[in-house]
């Protein structure tokens, strides 16, 4: 590939983060919470409908878990990995747009709705993802990771301005509209932005190319995907630096995926306005895409995993100080700090995977990273909820939250970047040579 194809294949794969960050943005973290919360289940106590909430981003998640590391192997036995991150793009569109039709205590059919836009959002990530080790090259993909991330916060921000525009302003203005049925056409708008801004990769960004492993010629897709899930778990040994990094990405991922998803929820059963909770959630979108360039870099000059483990440290100060958040002008503080790490904990996370496993089974091993990100999705807030639920309030789930950032440090320890990029490696020239050479064993 020459060097401006190259440049315009980074570009679009970019995009996607800008695309599919309307999701969540305006669904996930901004609007739907609010909306789920005070419309969706209208009549429900406060800390029940928050627990709700919980429980349906816990199930869809759940869900995602189950089929990604499977459909990951198919992807990658049969070269489809464009095309499965389409057909998942399609679902999440689809669920998201029908959420125009949520009124008043309609929240099992808004739980419906989001569960098939978060199995899409989340599907078609795992195959996103998996195209970065093919896209970039080992000494520019932390860059790379980090500028995703960046397009992300500012394609997101940027939507969820637009909407706030459209709740907040025009009802005042245009005699005849309504904020719900604002909200509503909001969610319109990010199905729209999702499927129109996945075009750049769908057209520059090249399938990978398709690798047999010996003895697969004659099998079926499904019946790949699990032969190679098996033969995965039964070489982990090859692959512990890998397998290690994405434990303890799963551990601290509980925190910073509850703060995500919760953290709207929590503050509208604080009683904070909708103007702190959605303007908060805009500030750390445009906050956060410096910051996650700037930990880029910065990985450059001390390494991937003590960046990492700095944004982990901010985050354990972010855990305890929500246990003492009172007022508002603090959910616009912490909301800060967060936007500062955010970004960077994920970009580096999502690269360091990246570099330790071969190129040829990205989909597959994504396919786990999806899981770990999944079930951190799943525990996470299932624990804010039923926490939650016991003691009457969301203080002591915030808190809890500090003790998955200090052990996932921990567990960081443990990983040998240098030893793992080197299995990696010897495991995918094993690989082509056996693909050259398809009769030696």
């Given at each position: 590939?020459?060097?401006?194809?190259?440049?315009?294949?980074?570009?679009?794969?970019?995009?996607?983060?800008?695309?599919?960050?309307?999701?969540?943005?305006?669904?996930?973290?901004?609007?739907?919470?609010?909306?789920?919360?005070?419309?969706?289940?209208?009549?429900?106590?406060?800390?029940?409908?928050?627990?709700?909430?919980?429980?349906?981003?816990?199930?869809?998640?759940?869900?995602?878990?189950?089929?990604?590391?499977?459909?990951?192997?198919?992807?990658?036995?049969?070269?489809?990995?464009?095309?499965?991150?389409?057909?998942?793009?399609?679902?999440?569109?689809?669920?998201?747009?029908l959420l125009y039709f949520i009124q008043s205590g309609d929240w099992l059919l808004a739980s419906l709705f989001f569960t098939f836009g978060n199995i899409g959002f989340a599907g078609s990530l795992v195959?996103?993802?998996?195209?970065?080790?093919?896209?970039?090259?080992?000494?520019?993909?932390?860059?790379?990771?980090?500028?995703?991330?960046?397009?992300?916060?500012?394609?997101?921000?940027?939507?969820?301005?637009?909407?706030?525009?459209?709740?907040?302003?025009?009802?005042?203005?245009?005699?005849?509209?309504?904020?719900?049925?604002?909200?509503?056409?909001?969610?319109?708008?990010?199905?729209?932005?999702?499927?129109?801004?996945?075009?750049?990769?769908?057209?520059?960004?090249?399938?990978?190319?398709?690798?047999?492993?010996?003895?697969?010629?004659?099998?079926?897709?499904?019946?790949?995907?699990?032969?190679?899930?098996?033969?995965?778990?039964?070489?982990?040994?090859?692959?512990?630096?890998?397998?290690?990094?994405?434990?303890?990405?799963?551990?601290?991922?509980?925190?910073?995926?509850?703060?995500?998803?919760?953290?709207?929820?929590?503050?509208?059963?604080?009683?904070?306005?909708?103007?702190?909770?959605?303007?908060?959630?805009?500030?750390?979108?445009?906050?956060?895409?410096?910051?996650?360039?700037?930990?880029?870099?910065?990985?450059?000059?001390?390494?991937?995993?003590?960046?990492?483990?700095?944004?982990?440290?901010?985050?354990?100060?972010?855990?305890?100080a929500g246990f003492f958040l009172y007022h508002e002008w603090q959910f616009w503080a912490l909301g800060a700090a967060v936007a500062t790490v955010q970004g960077g904990s994920q970009a580096l996370s999502?690269?360091?995977?990246?570099?330790?496993?071969?190129?040829?089974?990205?989909?597959?091993?994504?396919?786990?990273?999806?899981?770990?990100?999944?079930?951190?999705?799943?525990?996470?807030?299932?624990?804010?909820?039923?926490?939650?639920?016991?003691v009457g309030h969301s203080r002591l789930s915030i808190l809890s939250l500090f003790v998955f950032f200090l052990v996932g440090m921990l567990l960081l320890t443990r990983v040998d970047v240098e030893r793992?990029?080197?299995?990696?490696?010897?495991?995918?020239?094993?690989?082509?040579?056996?693909?050259?050479?398809?009769?030696?064993?």
């Amino acid at each position: 590939m020459d060097q401006k194809a190259h440049k315009r294949a980074i570009s679009a794969w970019t995009m996607y983060d800008w695309a599919n960050s309307a999701f969540a943005t305006t669904i996930m973290a901004a609007v739907l919470p609010v909306y789920y919360t005070s419309v969706a289940t209208a009549g429900l106590a406060p800390n029940i409908a928050t627990a709700y909430w919980g429980y349906t981003s816990s199930f869809s998640a759940l869900l995602a878990a189950i089929i990604s590391p499977i459909l990951g192997a198919v992807a990658d036995f049969s070269g489809s990995k464009k095309k499965f991150l389409t057909a998942f793009m399609a679902l999440g569109v689809t669920g998201t747009a029908l959420l125009y039709f949520i009124q008043s205590g309609d929240w099992l059919l808004a739980s419906l709705f989001f569960t098939f836009g978060n199995i899409g959002f989340a599907g078609s990530l795992v195959y996103y993802d998996a195209l970065l080790p093919h896209v970039a090259g080992p000494e520019e993909i932390d860059q790379v990771s980090s500028r995703g991330y960046a397009m992300g916060y500012i394609g997101g921000g940027l939507l969820l301005a637009i909407n706030l525009v459209m709740i907040m302003v025009l009802p005042g203005l245009i005699p005849g509209l309504d904020t719900g049925l604002m909200t509503r056409l909001s969610f319109v708008t990010v199905a729209v932005w999702w499927a129109v801004f996945t075009l750049p990769l769908l057209l520059h960004v090249k399938e990978p190319q398709r690798r047999i492993h010996p003895g697969e010629e004659n099998y079926q897709p499904i019946q790949a995907s699990f032969h190679r899930l098996g033969q995965t778990f039964r070489e982990l040994g090859k692959y512990r630096d890998l397998a290690m990094a994405m434990l303890a990405f799963w551990v601290y991922a509980n925190g910073i995926g509850t703060i995500i998803v919760m953290a709207t929820a929590y503050g509208n059963e604080l009683g904070f306005g909708k103007t702190t909770l959605i303007g908060t959630l805009l500030m750390v979108q445009f906050l956060a895409a410096p910051f996650a360039i700037l930990f880029g870099r910065l990985s450059r000059k001390i390494g991937t995993k003590k960046s990492i483990y700095i944004s982990l440290a901010i985050y354990t100060l972010i855990a305890i100080a929500g246990f003492f958040l009172y007022h508002e002008w603090q959910f616009w503080a912490l909301g800060a700090a967060v936007a500062t790490v955010q970004g960077g904990s994920q970009a580096l996370s999502r690269s360091l995977i990246g570099r330790l496993m071969p190129k040829s089974k990205s989909a597959e091993f994504y396919g786990f990273f999806s899981v770990f990100e999944k079930f951190a999705s799943i525990l996470g807030p299932f624990l804010f909820g039923v926490v939650s639920t016991i003691v009457g309030h969301s203080r002591l789930s915030i808190l809890s939250l500090f003790v998955f950032f200090l052990v996932g440090m921990l567990l960081l320890t443990r990983v040998d970047v240098e030893r793992g990029m080197k299995a990696a490696q010897e495991e995918e020239q094993e690989m082509v040579d056996r693909q050259a050479n398809p009769g030696v064993a």
